[in-house]
């Protein structure tokens, strides 16, 4: 269960979140917990999870290792900084910041070499999914952004399906529709790089998951997780998405 916090909270108020989260998931051990605050939280939020399960993730990085890429963060700065995760290619990144799936592929195998585990956002736009384009939209990602890494690399990666009407808009995708395309997401990797791989790889969904759509969308085998937005950022309701 990842929380993507996108622009929001400060240091004092990563603080607060985490005072408040922790012991409501302190028992809970059914899922990995990952928050992906904005890079400057990233210590206090580090500093923050000590002691427990929760880990810290980056919402995005650049694939070199330093150098003069003003506003820019590595792969290795978020490992010092205690990250084990990071969001790649996010359909914001993608529709504002001029992502693109071959900056997908090349930020993906920079986490992989620093060790850090890469969540790859998929996800189609509501004009390609009522053109009924979907899995080709889907496929092209797929291809373009990770159908050049090998086999052991994809064992280790993370997709998550974004439907991007789904993303912060309240219309989730059906528990159905969000497992359909999970299913060919799989099939897809499976055909590329065999059952092995494709059986290990994990697959969130994401797009308005609530308090209240959570057990129908993990009652589905297909669905993995969740990466979470608007109610990764209220303690309560994370909590209750963690222990659904
Ligand atoms: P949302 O965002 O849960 O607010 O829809 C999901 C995401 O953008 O990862």
Same mark, same amino acid.
């Given at each position: ?7 929001? *909270? ?24 990952? +928050? ?21 993730? #980056?919402?995005?990085?650049?694939? /070199? %290792? ?8 590595? /792969? !290795?700065?978020? &490992? ?7 969001? +790649?290619?996010?359909? @914001? ?10 900056? =997908?592929?090349? *930020? ?6 620093? #060790?850090?585990?890469? +969540? =790859?956002?998929? #996800? ?5 999914? @009522?053109?009924? %384009?979907?899995?080709? &939209? ?12 090998? /086999? ?11 439907? &991007? ?9 059906? !528990? ?23 059986? %290990? ?7 308005? =998951? *609530? ?7 993990? /009652? ?21 998405? &963690?222990?659904?």
């Amino acid at each position: 269960m990842a929380g993507n916090w996108k622009m929001y *909270k400060t240091a004092a108020q990563t603080t607060a979140f985490f005072e408040q989260f922790r012991p409501l998931v302190e028992k809970s051990d059914q899922c990995d917990i990952v +928050i992906c605050p904005p890079f400057v939280n990233v210590p206090a939020a580090v500093g923050a999870a000590q002691g427990s399960r929760i880990e810290v993730g #980056g919402q995005d990085l650049y694939w /070199a %290792k330093e150098g003069a890429f003003t506003g820019e963060v590595s /792969a !290795p700065m978020l &490992v010092a900084a205690g990250c084990q995760w990071v969001i +790649i290619g996010h359909s @914001e990144r993608r529709q504002y910041f001029g992502e693109t799936d071959e900056t =997908v592929y090349q *930020k993906t195998v920079a986490a992989l070499e620093a #060790g850090l585990h890469p +969540i =790859v956002c998929l #996800g189609e736009r509501l004009e390609e999914r @009522e053109a009924g %384009k979907t899995e080709p &939209v889907i496929l092209t990602q797929l291809r373009g952004g990770l159908g050049k890494l090998e /086999a052991a690399q994809v064992e280790r990666i993370t997709i998550a399906y974004e439907p &991007v009407w789904a993303i912060g808009t309240g219309k989730t995708a059906t !528990p159905e529709m969000a497992a359909d395309v999970h299913r060919y997401i799989r099939s897809m990797v499976a055909r590329q790089y065999g059952f092995g791989p494709a059986g %290990k790889l994990r697959i969130l969904y994401g797009g308005s =998951v *609530k308090p209240d759509n959570v057990k129908g969308l993990m /009652a589905q085998n297909e669905i993995d997780g969740a990466l979470v937005g608007g109610a990764s950022l209220d303690a309560n309701s994370f909590a209750s998405l &963690v222990n659904f």
